[in-house]
């Protein structure tokens, strides 16, 4: 920081063992001068940061570049204040002068430092790291779900190049998303490889005014993968069952959940946005018993990433997995063609349905329980055929 | 399910001569309410305790049960621990059989014929099995599907089931059967702290599974609370947290070999044979996928929570592993 290299030194000589023959070359003139400095050196930083804040605030989310403006506003009133208060009293000799100096510059320090590390937590806790409160580690390693927050911060630069650059992912009523306690995002799976999950939680993270951090449900067959599954877990997947899901949502918490499972992810490519079975409506029981509202959502794009053409069971023997997918890019381009075509993303997020009104007398009522799944089903379509009919182009929107 | 305390034992009896018998034996000892402990050895102990009355007994001769039966109503035993398992898989497959699954049913036998009023079983988180289809956190109703691959686990789910067997037939007897996971402590010896003091550490290549241990204070208290109150039923004693597998072995400072899938199990298996590796083929599936069990029912029911946590477990037997290489601690 510039006020320490510019100050401290020459303060403590003067404070401390000085001898009066050793400080009589520093004239009291100078040392107001040097904190005139320093003060112009920090306002400079400040505007930088401003600058560089507003820049990123921008593009990102208004919100939070107005909550920063507003905060450097008042920093740099404060800094101003400081500058031109009331003037200190002329010092008579070279101790006054020290102490108006020292008075002056802790000030300035303490007002600025509070400012600075407000900063530093905006930015971590708020902007890099999600708010995972809930899920208290009893290992600073990773969460009680294998979740890994250095690992996750350290490929945050990636996921968001993917976020924001190759599928170019833009959000609709994010605001659905309750800013506080549990709910269940329901949305179709698609796209042969389940990018689709860490996609939602991206969206959540990045668009959503309070950061929260979603947890996704994966397949069962990606945990028997190498790599993939210790991948999933470390990003926040969680294997898909009912006790991990009630786990979750017992500490409030967002969980995404795809109820066609491997039907939806694994369908051709000629039956793109058409949603398969809801399963057997495990995730309407699941709202039920945990009393969750039920948040709709609707993935636009992601089915053209990885057109499915064709599913190669022989090849899949070897690897102990269902099936190999043939698409346009897998396997020919090898590791680069998991990553599918650049087609650009739409997330929508409906308006919640309340499913607990019907009490927990609804589990055993197999009939309705099918109804409201179906009922959600319908939703999440008619969002897709919405989707896609405000869709124009597949890679650009 | 509540506890009463007109059950107090008074004749504990504990088989087996591992470092949980060895443990247990010493935290009874040191209690003045029961009358008599006993020990009913295999391997001759190291070290003999004053209160405790010292018996051989091996659970792999014939008749084993009644003479076991008849030590029990000689000596008037109400509490039997058994604890008497290899821990190592043995490379005997059919002694391990006959000492775990039909060991076992000789105690039950034995324990119906003497009338005995509490049986506790150490059992394992093991005998849930390694499955990628496993709950992050398995419960007691999950079912025990370890025995699927693995026949010295196999044998562990036999004895766990014959004691249920027995539970079913006498009502009147309580019957503990604790399920901890991987014990870690400066005691412990066992062929999963051998294959975290190998020189290098072999993993799997692309599997990285969460690991959860106790420390061994713990699962002894654990032990002490189901002699001295009435918990019938299945238990899982667990640390809190878990490590994945690369953040174990970079706690012990080693390194990892990560190795490929292909051809692995045969390689294994020979380094087993050849007395390389600590433990079968059958056991690498713990390094792919996950097996990791909730303490939610004892913590509920007994109020039983690990003072260790999965990280402080672990670093407590590295630390005891230390001082054992420059022998400050005997080995």
């Not at chain 1, 070359?25 to 320093?38: D, H, M, T, V």
């Not at chain 1, 948040?295 to 794009?301: D, F, H, K, M, Q």
């Not at chain 1, 075509?341 to 499913?355: A, E, S």
């Not at chain 2, 789910?157 to 079913?168: P, T, Y």
């Amino acid at each position: 920081m510039a006020k320490t290299k510019s100050f401290n030194p020459k303060l403590r000589l003067l404070n401390f063992n000085a001898s009066p023959a050793e400080a009589a070359p520093q004239p009291a003139k100078s040392l107001e001068e040097q904190i005139r400095e320093g003060e112009t050196k920090l306002l400079k930083k400040l505007d930088q940061i401003e600058n560089k804040l507003s820049k990123v605030g921008n593009k990102r989310n208004p919100a939070d570049a107005k909550a920063l403006q507003q905060e450097l506003k008042a920093l740099r009133e404060e800094i101003a204040k400081l500058s031109t208060g009331p003037e200190p009293a002329k010092p008579k000799n070279l101790m006054a002068t020290h102490h108006v100096a020292t008075d002056f510059r802790s000030q300035l320090s303490r007002a600025l430092f509070r400012r600075i590390l407000g900063y530093r937590k905006l930015k971590s806790e708020k902007i890099l790291q999600a708010n995972d409160i809930n899920l208290n580690p009893a290992t600073e390693e990773v969460d009680e779900f294998g979740r890994d927050y250095k690992f996750e911060a350290k490929i945050k630069p990636i996921s968001d190049f993917f976020y924001y650059k190759y599928w170019r992912i833009s959000t609709h009523g994010v605001e659905n998303v309750p800013h506080k306690g549990r709910a269940l995002l329901v949305a179709n799976h698609s796209g042969t490889l389940p990018f689709d999950g860490p996609m939602i939680r991206l969206a959540v993270n990045n668009d959503h005014p309070a950061r929260r951090a979603a947890r996704f449900l994966v397949e069962d067959f990606v945990y028997y993968l190498p790599f993939v599954g210790t991948f999933m877990y470390r990003v926040g997947g969680v294997r898909a069952s009912q006790d991990n899901a009630e786990r979750l949502l017992n500490k409030d918490h967002l969980v995404a959940v795809f109820p066609e499972g491997q039907k939806g992810i694994g369908k051709l490519f000629n039956k793109r946005y058409q949603l398969q079975r809801f399963g057997r409506g495990g995730f309407i029981k699941l709202a039920i018993r945990t009393n969750t509202p039920i948040i709709p959502v609707a993935v636009v794009g992601a089915e053209e990433t990885h057109p499915l053409l064709y599913k190669s069971s022989l090849l899949a023997k070897p690897f102990g997995i269902p099936y190999v997918p043939i698409t346009p890019t897998i396997p020919w381009f090898g590791l680069l063609g998991f990553f599918g075509l650049p087609t650009k993303w739409t997330i929508y997020f409906g308006k919640p349905i309340n499913v607990a009104q019907y009490g927990k007398k609804a589990l055993d009522n197999d009939l309705l329980i099918h109804k409201l799944s179906e009922q959600v089903r319908h939703t999440i379509q008619e969002m897709l055929v919405d989707g896609l009919k405000r869709r124009k182009s597949i890679f650009f929107g | 399910m509540a506890s009463t305390s007109n059950s107090l034992p008074k004749v504990v009896a504990v088989t087996g001569s591992g470092f949980k018998a060895t443990n247990i034996l010493q935290r009874l000892d040191r209690n003045r309410s029961i009358h008599k402990v006993i020990s009913l050895y295999y391997k001759t102990p190291k070290l003999r305790l004053s209160r405790t009355k010292y018996i051989h007994l091996d659970l792999t001769e014939e008749l084993a049960d009644a003479k076991l039966a008849e030590i029990l109503k000689k000596e008037k035993v109400d509490t039997l621990i058994h604890t008497a398992f290899p821990i190592t898989p043995p490379r005997n497959l059919s002694f391990a059989h006959e000492l775990i699954s039909v060991g076992s049913m000789y105690v039950c036998n034995a324990a119906s014929a003497a009338k005995v009023k509490k049986l506790i079983l150490t059992s394992t988180t093991d005998v849930y099995g390694p499955f990628a289809d496993n709950p992050n956190y398995l419960t007691e109703k999950h079912p025990a599907r370890g025995f699927r691959k693995n026949s010295f686990i196999k044998d562990k789910s036999d004895a766990e089931n014959g004691f249920l067997r027995f539970a079913r037939k006498h009502p009147k007897t309580i019957v503990t059967i604790l399920r901890p996971c991987t014990t870690m402590g400066p005691t412990v010896d066992s062929f999963k702290t051998a294959y975290y003091n190998l020189p290098v550490i072999p993993t799997v290549m692309g599997y990285d599974p969460l690991m959860q241990f106790v420390h061994e204070d713990d699962l002894f208290r654990a032990v002490e609370s189901a002699v001295y109150e009435d918990w019938p039923g299945i238990y899982n004693i667990v640390g809190q947290g878990v490590l994945p597998l690369s953040k174990v072995i970079e706690l012990t400072g080693k390194y990892r070999i990560p190795l490929s899938m292909i051809g692995l199990k045969a390689f294994v298996q020979t380094l087993w044979y050849l007395d390389i590796l600590p433990a079968p083929a059958s056991y690498i599936d713990f390094l792919k996928y996950i097996c990791v069990a909730t303490g939610d029912k004892a913590e509920l029911e007994m109020g039983f929570v690990a003072k260790y946590t999965t990280k402080e477990a672990f670093l407590s037997f590295i630390g005891a592993e230390r001082l054992r290489r420059v022998h400050l601690v005997e080995a």
